[in-house]
């Protein structure tokens, strides 16, 4: 094999920065492609979170609702837990 002269040193670098431009502005195509696509899409994603917003206010209202009847809840089954130990000796007694 011989060595490149600098003249086919040149010539190769210079393809390759052909290559490399060639490279990026298909890149740079392909990237507004996707961005145009997406572009599209956004109405119709804006459309989407509309609708769920206008189904998720009325959920959110009653969790208000719901989360002051969680209190009272508690405080019967904290009742219920009380008398569960003398149910339980009741029934053992009655077993003997």
Same mark, same amino acid.
């Given at each position: 094999?011989?060595?490149?002269?600098?003249?086919?040193?040149?010539?190769?670098?210079?393809?390759?920065?052909?290559?490399?431009?060639?490279?990026?502005?298909?890149?740079?195509?392909?990237?507004?492609?996707?961005?145009?696509?997406?572009?599209?899409?956004?109405?119709?994603?804006?459309?989407?979170?509309?609708?769920?917003?206008?189904?998720?206010?009325?959920?959110?209202?009653?969790?208000?609702?719901?989360?002051? %009847?969680? #209190? +009272? !809840? =508690?405080? *019967? &089954? @904290?009742?219920? /837990? $009380? %008398?569960? #130990? +003398? !149910? =339980?000796? *009741? &029934? @053992?007694?009655? /077993? $003997?």
């Amino acid at each position: 094999m011989r060595a490149l002269s600098k003249e086919d040193a040149k010539l190769i670098a210079s393809y390759l920065m052909s290559l490399s431009l060639f490279s990026l502005s298909a890149a740079i195509v392909y990237f507004t492609y996707q961005m145009s696509v997406i572009s599209k899409q956004v109405p119709d994603v804006l459309i989407s979170i509309d609708n769920t917003s206008e189904k998720i206010e009325p959920v959110i209202d009653e969790m208000s609702d719901i989360i002051a %009847l969680v #209190p +009272p !809840i =508690l405080e *019967e &089954v @904290e009742e219920v /837990r $009380k %008398l569960i #130990p +003398p !149910i =339980l000796k *009741e &029934v @053992e007694q009655s /077993r $003997k």
